[in-house]
């Protein structure tokens, strides 16, 4: 996939706040500092276009970028951490279901786990509501560089197990320093756009 322009275009939280549907779009969701951010810059050769921070549960705001002119990157923010103000970790499930549940632009949910954590509550919540609301998704096993081939084996074989997936869902394994799964993932987005308007990006 050859990125010719990506660009932040603006942060929402509330549906009359969005840009307008008329592309479609791919969301990104996970927990606080699972590289959600890290993942987005490396699939869009972008250093720091989408903001990454040491400080868990930094994005409170769904924020949009423009890809190529032809679709948006969603970047939703990050959960499940602690630290954050109640009255903000409270107002995440509306405002994320409210977007999950309304936006019909919406085509693909990219889930990103972190490959060494085993799948957390905030997690299966998330997987029902796309089931629920029949989005299709996929899962992306993060920072696989820190574990060895081995235990990357392992690990994405209890998460499979642990989350019970359908054949049809993809378990991608992807790495923001090395760069692997990135063409996996590209791929998985690509199909989705031809199903969506008949050509390639």
């Not at 903001?51 to 890809?67: A, D, W």
């Not at 989005?135 to 560089?145: N, Q």
């Not at 574990?147 to 642990?162: C, F, H, L, P």
């Amino acid at each position: 996939m050859k990125v010719l322009s990506a660009e932040f275009v603006l942060s929402a939280k509330e549906p009359s706040h969005y840009p307008p549907a008329s592309l479609p779009e791919i969301a990104f969701a996970g927990r606080s500092n699972v590289g959600k951010s890290s993942l987005i810059n490396a699939l869009l050769k972008r250093k720091g276009l989408a903001r990454t921070s040491n400080t868990p549960g930094r994005t409170q705001e769904i924020n949009f970028f423009s890809v190529n002119n032809r679709l948006y990157f969603i970047d939703l923010p990050g959960y499940g951490y602690a630290k954050v103000p109640e009255k903000i970790r409270n107002h995440w499930g509306p405002m994320i279901e409210t977007y999950l549940s309304q936006r019909q632009t919406l085509r693909l949910v990219v889930l990103i786990l972190d490959i060494r954590r085993d799948p957390s509550e905030e997690d299966r919540q998330l997987i029902g509501w796309l089931q629920h609301y029949r989005l299709p998704f996929l899962i992306v096993l993060t920072k696989i560089d820190k574990v060895s081939r081995n235990q990357r084996g392992d690990r994405q074989r209890r998460i499979d197990a642990e989350l019970r997936l359908a054949p049809e869902t993809p378990l991608i394994s992807f790495s923001a320093k090395t760069g692997e799964g990135k063409d996996f993932l590209w791929r998985e987005i690509r199909k989705v756009m031809l199903l969506d308007n008949g050509d390639d990006l």
